[in-house]
């Protein structure tokens, strides 16, 4: 079997010669799902020179056109050969799989909206090495921010086991900071670790010897509580999405050019987001131990200096986690716009001081997004529920000259986001 592809642009041809049987089905397979990766999901699979085709090779047929549909692209199987025809006639497949070659082209960019909008509430945007679309959700509330804690306390090895906080976080909350699921504080001080929540679904890195990322969802009665140390939690509803992917296919957006669109957008207003985005290599760190654990209380109280921060926080010197699917949770702001109270929280996440903020990871298995609109709640819970749960980061920019990691990088996906008003 040989396979090549040509690029119209909003649609790939991929043209395949030979037998698909059982011996290439699955290479074909491979090829198409890396092509998706990349961003192609609309697909017209010709079948012209396809001389054979066994019930393997109708299973990759069957299974991509199920993977593009529901993520709302598009794959086809055009100008099959006499041989081929006559199997999918057979198999009653014609009528599912088989379309003129035009049927690919995008008719409207919009018409996966599933929304009502004027013009005037969808922008798109191609410069810095983007191209996207940004929604006007019709908010006008800002979102609503409560601050647990203080970050201040865990650099300087003050906090203590009766400083716990508990949240609850239920569908209507987004938080992230140092803290454990479930328990009481007494039960959870030695896995004190990264968390985040979004919407009634919550992730955890525990610390110590409990290093498996763990999560909990809202069900019926049931509400994800964590005890934490500290934490950002706000609340309400988004004033705005925007869908994000690298203006040449395959290409890597900087996580600095995806916040800094977000920030453009809201007219440099502090704000607070969820990221769901396909990966191209994460930056960031995690506890190894709890600052709350027994082994701690003893440790060299200059936790994050060097040497002793090696002990500490665990940390890859490259970026990791490519070729996933990450949902993120952050607080992001212009410095001269950032209020004071939010200072402490924030930390340079661009080249420049003046990009500053505080964002949580978690990191799941693998697939691809639908394109056009996306809702929130069914987006993170499909995650959640059909995906495992890998790590939960603290994502940093790594700015140092020569050895630095530098800065996350996603490939596509997509933010929702609003300005942050008052302080609770």
């Known amino acids: 079997m040989k396979v090549s592809w040509n690029d119209h642009g909003d649609w790939l041809e991929i043209r395949v010669s030979g037998l698909l049987d059982n011996d290439s089905a699955e290479p074909l397979s491979q090829q198409m799902n890396e092509l998706i990766r990349g961003g192609h999901h609309r697909l017209m699979l010709n079948l012209s020179d396809v001389s054979y085709l066994s019930s393997a090779g109708i299973s990759t047929l069957l299974k991509t056109h199920k993977q593009l549909v529901a993520i709302r692209g598009f794959f086809a199987v055009c100008e099959p050969s006499l041989a081929v ?70 650099k300087e090895r003050a906090v203590s086991v009766g400083e716990g906080n508990v949240l609850n976080c239920d569908k209507n909350s987004f938080a992230l900071g140092l803290g454990a699921l479930g328990g009481d504080l007494a039960e959870s001080h030695d896995r004190m670790g990264e968390f985040l929540a979004i919407g009634g679904a919550t992730a955890h890195q525990p610390t110590g010897g409990h290093r498996a990322a763990d999560f909990q969802m809202e069900v019926g009665d049931f509400v994800p509580q964590v005890q934490a140390l500290y934490a950002l939690q706000f609340s309400g509803e988004f004033s705005h999405l925007m869908r994000f992917r690298g203006r040449q296919e395959s290409a890597r957006v900087p996580l600095s050019v995806i916040l800094q669109k977000m920030l453009t957008a809201l007219n440099g207003s502090t704000l607070g987001f969820v990221l769901v985005g396909e990966s191209a290599g994460l930056v960031g ?140």
């Open 85 to 154: 025809a006559e199997v999918l006639r057979l198999t009653r497949l014609d009528q599912i799989l088989v379309r003129d070659a035009d049927a690919a082209q995008v008719r409207n960019p919009y018409s996966s909206t599933m929304l009502v909008m004027s013009a005037d509430d969808i922008t798109t945007f191609a410069d810095d090495g983007v191209r996207g679309t940004t929604y006007s959700l019709g908010v006008s509330e800002p979102l609503r921010l409560k601050r647990h804690g203080d970050p201040q306390r865990l």
């Open 285 to 424: 760190t995690s506890l190894k131990r709890s600052p709350l654990s027994d082994s701690s209380a003893e440790a060299d109280r200059g936790m994050f200096e060097h040497p002793s921060v090696r002990d500490w926080l665990s940390y890859a010197p490259e970026r990791v986690h490519d070729r996933t699917l990450v949902a993120c949770v952050g607080v992001i702001g212009n410095s001269a716009k950032v209020p004071s109270s939010l200072r402490p929280w924030l930390r340079p996440l661009g080249v420049e001081d003046s990009l500053q903020g505080h964002v949580h990871a978690g990191v799941f298995g693998y697939r691809p997004l639908k394109r056009g609109f996306l809702e929130l709640a069914s987006t993170v819970r499909a995650m959640f529920e059909s995906e495992s749960l890998q790590a939960v980061l603290h994502l940093l920019h790594d700015r140092r000259s020569i050895t630095g990691a530098g800065e996350s990088e996603f490939t596509g996906g997509a933010c929702w986001f609003g300005a942050i008003g008052s302080e609770e």
